[in-house]
């Protein structure tokens, strides 16, 4: 009753506390209408407090304290900073933690009385996990400066850093002992992992050799021992080692769901820690904890916005934007680009281009030979995508090369000699491409050209350019801060033939390149210079024979530029400015338009087709309606209504069938080297609607664009960008912001460009992403991220993943045992935020295709997917499993944590981050874990139906079968309210009132 009451009583001064506090960074405005009262935290440190009085937390993001015997936390950070792993000054006065405020991770400190931050660290650098000297003059902390995270001191009266460890492995988690003379510290060292205790002025010696993976690292009073908190394959601990003798034990229970922080001590014999959602006091040698409890109040907002609109039966013409590669021809009189699934060229002073390709295959990525007389591109005409050349005088088409997996981004060597390409994995541009070259001056006696690998496989590389002698290849690349966390920045990396010695060259050091498609480096012709595309803008550097880059770098244009391409004489280049093909001139500066005429109309069938449906599962009630016609009238719904003989219109007899709505894959990734298979793919499955949080835009568009007007046939796609991301990225999709100006741009480009969602990466801060929310709102969209809090606070409409990537190391949503507490069952629910927990990508794909085999016996699955592929994944899966058994094992935790959001009131819906597991089929298989997990067939179905539509503001059109919706709904032989498994069984799919059998959509046109 007395908690009930504190509660109450924090209820009233809550809104005080929210506005009273002085963030380094601008304040959210609340819209106070809905208050959370949080009682749980996921993956929460804490801190003991000198006197013992009180305990500081970092619950979701926030630095609070409350009383050490519990009760209520008042916060004393703003939520906007991501301020985490809080560690109290010796004399109680101040906090020090490291935050997110400004895009990287710094050391700062707060009164423990509330008050205005002070910032310690700054720079380009991430500072984490402070800790005081006893006597209160130095923090020290882990920070990845020097090339990998090593243990840092930081001298508090003068500001000077001093480097403490050197080691090319990763030191991190430090911590000062007792006496102030030495510092123990985690390390992930190859050759000798484990916990390491450094005397200041003297040499390390690892105390705790492990394995596992370490953190937390925290002293006894007495000096004697050693704490950390040790994540093995199965379970998380606190273990304890002695520093006299190393011997380790530990100390919590197996069952035990330990957090991966500091334990901090109330006695010689008592310490603090944080498992299981809770703050724990437990004594050495007990094996039962005291629970301190505590409650939190977060403010929500209840706010709306107008979404975007959809005009799904216009029949105007719109114009071509999905421009799949560009390039100029050599002499500056044509350019060859790809849209609607072919080549085009268009000659300058000529607003319409001529269609090189026709059908339903696809050709893309065209590149000019040197002397202009034909084209290398890719195109799956023989099944997958290959590289093929076009004699562009004859019209004559020939296969260059043809390798098992797909090939991508040809690029002609500058004597036309050869043609270097990608040859990438199954994750195709979110995986792994090795480079190989083709001699293109082979006889008609030889069977094949010579082909050999240039290169060892690189992480979503750039399109390559050569030096003009032929010698070495450029390539945008990620290069990391550390391997601790794999987050870096895009500089050009200069490849030699033999793998030996490459080297980084950045014409902006610690600042990414564009995106890792086809936006630079570009060697000029003559050798002299490199263009590239930074912060959405076209520059050029002067850079020497060997790529060494030298003098100062140039700005050519103000607006957004995309694919640039150079003449022949290198004196202009050609690039795409958002949606318009412009060309920039070196001597003068100035910039031609080249207009241009191609449009695309949505096909609408005009036929009557009546679906005489034995069940219908209509996406909103529970149960069936049984023997009925459903009535389409070109692409719409026209009436449901008891099943009549003799209806006018085309009959589909699914009398012994079920029907229900059309699936929503919800998260997945693509990309053209897949080819046009990936349309049928994923209708082939039942799956009518796509959402993509993730792409390049115009790659994106060239689907939207050729499914829709029927070019090929595919489902509808909702889509974004790149991944909109901080200063520091990962995937080649991604685009890095770093500054107000480059994000107006990119935000204009969403508008322009017609996007469905604008979605935010790990390292973009709450303060920008907060900004784009606002943008994105006052145009109708949604945005989405991998962030929950404070993300809903400021109306984010989304978040993928219920585990998924975090900047920290570990996930505010979810454990390393995979549970989820409280607070994110409760903020989810009570936001209104849509979740896709995507858990067929965490274990579900894993622990179902190993459960049950059979679904790899699907025909649909057996038709897109090799014997080849198959096996590899399930070699991955196994050897996962092998490293990891966790991942498996604990599986069952995460399906409860989604059965949790249901009970809830959460919103959830169905999506799995394809192709890191199988387009398609995950979809299914993550069906199959919510029911898994305790969810009705009925309660999946809805997730992946008018939830789904909901999520993307189509419900009006989508979601349901209802008299005047659109005609997406699928025929399933069997019962998949009663056993999921069943929706599987497609039979035939209608898509905007198109009839496709599964035998057309399972043949290779």
Request: charged content about 20%.
């Amino acid at each position: 009753m007395q908690n009930i009451r504190l509660a109450f009583a924090f209820f009233i001064t809550i809104q005080f506390w929210l506005t009273s506090l002085c963030p380094n960074t601008a304040q959210a405005t609340i819209a106070d209408s809905l208050r959370v009262l949080v009682t749980e935290g996921t993956n929460m440190a804490a801190d003991l407090s000198p006197d013992k009085r009180q305990i500081a937390i970092d619950l979701q993001g926030t630095i609070w304290i409350l009383p050490a015997t519990g009760g209520i936390a008042k916060p004393l950070t703003d939520p906007l900073g991501d301020c985490r792993q809080p560690s109290w000054s010796p004399d109680g006065q101040r906090i020090a933690f490291h935050s997110f405020w400004d895009g990287r991770y710094h050391i700062w400190t707060v009164s423990a009385t509330g008050g205005k931050p002070q910032q310690l660290t700054n720079g380009l650098y991430d500072d984490r996990e402070p800790h005081w000297s006893p006597d209160g003059k130095q923090l020290v902390f882990a920070s990845d400066r020097s090339g990998n995270y090593d243990i840092w001191q930081l001298n508090l009266a003068d500001g000077k850093l001093t480097q403490l460890t050197h080691d090319s492995g990763n030191d991190f988690n430090p911590a000062y002992a007792p006496d102030g003379k030495q510092i123990a510290y985690a390390s992930d060292r190859t050759d000798a992992p484990g916990v390491y205790v450094l005397p200041l002025g003297g040499t390390e010696k690892l105390v705790a050799p492990s394995a596992g993976k370490l953190a937390g690292v925290s002293w006894q009073p007495n000096g004697s021992q050693l704490f950390c908190n040790l994540l093995n394959n199965t379970q998380s601990g606190l273990t304890t080692t002695s520093i006299t003798d190393g011997k380790t034990q530990t100390l919590t229970e197996a069952k035990e769901d330990v957090f991966p922080f500091r334990a901090s001590w109330f006695s010689a014999d008592t310490y603090l820690y944080t498992a299981d959602g809770l703050l724990k006091r437990r004594r050495l040698g007990s094996t039962t904890a005291q629970t301190i409890p505590f409650q939190v109040v977060i403010t929500l907002p209840r706010n709306t916005y107008k979404r975007k609109t959809y005009d799904f039966d216009s029949r105007k013409p719109q114009q071509v934007k999905g421009i799949k590669g560009t390039a100029i021809s050599p002499d500056g009189k044509q350019i060859a680009f790809a849209a609607l699934g072919d080549l085009w060229l268009l000659t300058k002073g000529s607003k319409v281009p001529e269609r090189l390709t026709q059908g339903q295959s696809m050709e893309v990525e065209p590149g000019w030979s040197p002397d202009g007389s034909k084209l290398t591109y890719v195109s799956d005409r023989n099944g997958n995508m290959d590289v093929w050349i076009r004699d562009l005088k004859t019209g004559q088409d020939r296969l260059l090369v043809d390798m098992a997996d797909d090939l991508h981004y040809p690029i002609w060597s500058p004597d036309g000699s050869k043609i270097a390409f990608y040859q990438s994995d199954p994750r195709n541009a979110w995986g792994r491409s090795t480079l190989f070259v083709a001699d293109v001056t082979y006889t008609a006696d030889v069977t094949a050209p010579k082909t050999r690998k240039l290169h060892e496989s690189l992480f979503v590389p750039s399109q390559a350019s050569w030096s003009p002698d032929g010698k070495t290849l450029a390539v945008s690349a990620l290069h990391p801060y550390s391997s601790r966390y794999r987050e870096g920045v895009s500089e050009v990396l200069l490849l030699s033939f033999d793998g030996k010695n490459d080297r980084y060259v950045s014409p902006a050091p610690n600042h990414s390149l564009a995106t890792r498609g086809q936006n630079g480096p570009i060697w000029s012709p003559d050798g002299t210079k490199m263009a590239y595309v930074l912060d959405g803008l076209l520059w050029i550097t002067d850079v020497k024979p060997d790529g060494t880059i030298v003098g100062t770098p140039r700005q050519l244009t103000t607006e957004q530029a995309e694919t640039p391409t150079w003449t022949g004489d290198s004196k202009s280049l050609l690039f795409l400015a958002t949606d318009v093909f412009k060309q920039v001139y070196l001597v003068d500066g100035h910039i031609d338009t080249h207009p241009m005429e191609l449009s695309w109309t949505i096909s609408q069938p005009t036929e009557t087709v009546v679906v005489h449906a034995g069940r219908l599962f209509d996406g909103k009630a529970s149960t069936y309606r049984n023997n009925v016609d459903i009535i389409i009238d070109g692409h719409r719904i026209k009436a449901i209504l008891p099943h009549q003989a003799g209806r006018p219109g085309k009959l589909i007899d699914a009398s012994t069938k079920t029907v229900i709505p059309g699936l929503f894959e919800m998260h997945t990734h693509q990309h053209s080297m897949v080819g046009e298979k990936i349309g049928r793919l994923w209708l082939s499955f039942g799956i009518t609607s796509i959402r993509e949080p993730g792409a390049d835009p115009y790659d994106a568009l060239e689907r939207k664009e050729s499914w829709a007007s029927g070019v090929r046939p595919g489902p509808r796609q909702f889509f974004t960008g790149g991944l909109t991301d901080g200063n520091r990225i990962y995937y080649g999709a991604a685009t890095s912001i770093n500054s107000d100006e480059q994000l107006d741009r990119e935000l204009n480009r969403a508008v322009q460009l017609g996007y469905d969602l604008i979605k935010t990466y790990v390292r973009m801060p709450d303060n920008k992403q907060q900004r784009i929310t606002a943008f994105a709102h006052a145009h109708g969209l949604p945005v989405s991220s991998h962030e929950i809090f404070p993300a809903m606070r400021y109306d984010v409409d989304a978040v993928e993943h219920i585990g998924g990537t975090s900047r920290r190391g570990y996930s505010p949503k979810i454990t390393a045992m995979n549970h989820s507490y409280q607070d994110v069952i409760q903020l989810l629910a009570k936001s209104g935020m849509n979740i896709t927990p995507t858990a067929s990508l965490q274990g579900g794909f894993s622990v179902l295709t190993t459960n049950d085999p059979s679904l790899l016996e699907n025909r649909q699955y057996k038709t897109f997917y090799s014997e080849e592929y198959t096996n590899a994944l399930q070699a991955g899966s196994a050897q996962y499993a092998k490293l990891s058994p966790g991942y498996l094992s604990n599986f069952g935790n995460l399906q409860k944590g989604v059965k949790a959001l249901i009970d809830a009131g959460a919103h959830v819906t169905t999506g799995t981050d394809s192709p890191f597991v199988p387009y398609g089929m995950s979809l299914h298989t993550e069906l199959q874990s919510f029911v898994g997990a305790g969810l009705t067939p009925y309660q999946a179905l809805r997730s992946a139906t008018l939830w789904a539509a909901e999520t993307v503001g189509v419900s009006k059109d989508l979601g349901s079968i209802e008299p005047g919706k659109l005609a997406d709904l699928v025929i399933v032989d069997g019962d998949p309210l009663t056993n999921i498994k069943d929706a599987l069984n497609v039979e035939q799919v209608i898509r905007n009132g198109e009839v496709l059998p599964i035998n057309k959509l399972l043949t290779r046109p």
